[in-house]
């Protein structure tokens, strides 16, 4: 089937509007959590507090082929969309659960007459699919986190932990003798405080923790390896104790998970976590990620990046960590002060790298958490494929990219070079791009050209605001 490109020019404000931030304009959303297998619970700051709402959910999966899921019995619709793309139908379900029981008979039924078996639906051409089900509600829904907030509403708290541990080794959360120190707190709205292990007893400082968390309600809990140490040892010494980590805006324990399927032993040091309503902002991942163009930081370290931003006090305290257990020993007044550093460094650090990956929650399907964690290809892919369910359009496959050389260098002259004139062109890249209307050959849409060129323009007249 063919299609008709809309030109730029034929787009209105409200088009790109549309394109840019979801086809649902609700504002304030701070969160949404899939409550079961049909229904999600949409969080929003209203007025200062936080109220919540309910709403039906239907995971879907495109299709390239309705024959493929010919004889699946569970309930399910099959919408035919339209243009010539490779996946042209699109099937929805009433239970997050039916959808899974469709891609394995999917799954099983390509193997019977495969060639070659395949273990798992990603290696299905038949199938394309976003497996998180936040992510798909918010494809789905047009909605998007943050519409009508600026960074500083929301409301965010820092962790910072010490742990006991022996000389020259690390702390182990599941050793009985290592145990937690100190639990220092910050908000970003001046409130600190420190739970220690001299008043209270391992247990009732987690309890103490989860009484916090609850009354003073975070958005968003931050920390520095958050997820390699902070959670994991927080969530195994509760364990240990038999103490229910309740973090859930809802009442419900901290989870964990592995991006790559059922959770091992080796997952729980290193997985994720979640807690419904809430996000979790690991400043480390924060600086890999600002790193990651800049290639200017020595170490992720939060004293060498506390250092790198400008932000050490000069009466910043030192801790090795082998000193730990003979500080507290001897000085346990220091080792609470250095946890009280650490959370203060932990909010500077995220003020400084937290607001742009905030804002563009505003635009992309996705959660807070989970924007720090995606590149920007697959961002921009969200971006495109939204439009295109809103659209009721086919989505194309993803074609295998081949190798290109880089831009062209030389050495001209060396030495000491007086009176240089530096030129630079901005967004050159994008700009090249936009001229030449370079774009995906499947965006049959014109979707792509749409939000390089509003994203482009943006960028250089904030760049232009800071500058003035």
């Known amino acids: 089937m063919s299609t008709r490109r809309r030109s730029e020019s034929e787009r209105s404000p409200s088009d790109i509007e549309l394109v840019l931030y979801g086809h649902n304009s609700g504002r304030s959303v701070v969160a949404v959590q899939q409550l079961n297998e049909a ?18 959910f239907f995971p879907f999966f495109f299709l390239s082929s309705e024959a493929v899921i010919g004889g699946f019995t569970r309930h399910h619709w099959i919408k035919e969309l339209t243009g010539g793309n490779e996946y042209r ?85 599941r050793k009985t003798e290592d145990r937690i120190l100190v639990i220092a707190l910050t908000d970003n ?29 975070p958005d968003v809990l931050e920390g520095h390896a958050l997820f390699d140490n902070t959670l994991p040892y927080l969530a195994r010494r509760a364990e240990l104790h038999s103490v ?60 060498s990046l506390a250092q790198h931003f400008g932000f050490a006090s000069r009466e910043r305290i030192t801790l090795p960590q082998d000193r730990i257990a003979a500080l507290w020993a001897d000085q346990p007044d220091l080792l609470i002060q250095h946890a009280r550093q650490e959370a203060k460094e932990i909010l500077l650090l995220s003020n400084r790298l937290s607001p742009s990956l905030f804002y563009l929650c505003q635009m992309c399907p996705l959660a807070f958490g989970t924007m720090t964690r995606s590149g920007s290809a697959s961002k921009i892919e969200l971006l495109l494929l939204r439009e295109y369910i809103r659209r009721k359009y086919s989505v194309p496959r993803a074609r295998v990219g081949a190798q290109t050389t880089g831009a062209y260098t030389d050495v001209f002259l060396t030495g000491i070079l ?24 499947t965006d049959e849409l014109g979707v792509f050209q749409t939000l390089l060129r509003e994203l482009t323009t943006r960028r250089l007249e904030e760049k232009r605001a800071v500058q003035s």
């Open 244 to 303: 229910d980590l309740a973090l859930g805006r809802d009442g419900s324990s901290l989870h964990s998970y592995s991006p790559r399927g059922a959770m091992t032993e080796r997952d729980f040091e290193r997985g994720l976590f979640e807690a419904a309503g809430r996000h979790f902002i690991d400043t480390r991942i924060l600086a890999h990620s600002y790193d990651t163009s800049k290639r200017i930081l020595e170490s992720y370290s939060l004293r």
């Open 39 to 56: 229904t999600v619970r949409i969080y929003k700051r209203v007025n200062g507090k936080i109220v919540h709402e309910d709403a039906p």
């Open 89 to 173: 139908y699109l099937v929805a379900f009433s239970r997050w659960n039916d959808m899974w029981d469709a891609i394995r008979f999917v799954l099983t039924n390509h193997n019977k007459t495969a060639l070659k078996r395949i273990g798992h639906y990603t290696e299905l051409d038949a199938i394309l699919l976003k497996p998180d089900p936040v992510t798909q509600f918010l494809l789905q829904s047009g909605i998007t986190l943050f519409k009508g907030m600026s960074f500083h509403d929301l409301r965010r708290m820092q962790i910072s932990m010490h742990a006991h541990a022996k000389a020259n080794r690390p702390s182990d959360p």
């Open 418 to 441: 007086p009176t240089v004139l530096y030129a630079d062109i901005e967004s050159l890249y994008p700009s090249i791009m936009l001229n030449r209307a370079i774009e995906p050959v």
């Open 189 to 217: 709205n001046g409130w600190h405080e420190a739970l220690d292990a001299r008043k209270l007893s391992e247990p009732d400082m987690l309890r103490a923790f989860v009484q916090i968390v609850t009354e003073r309600d």
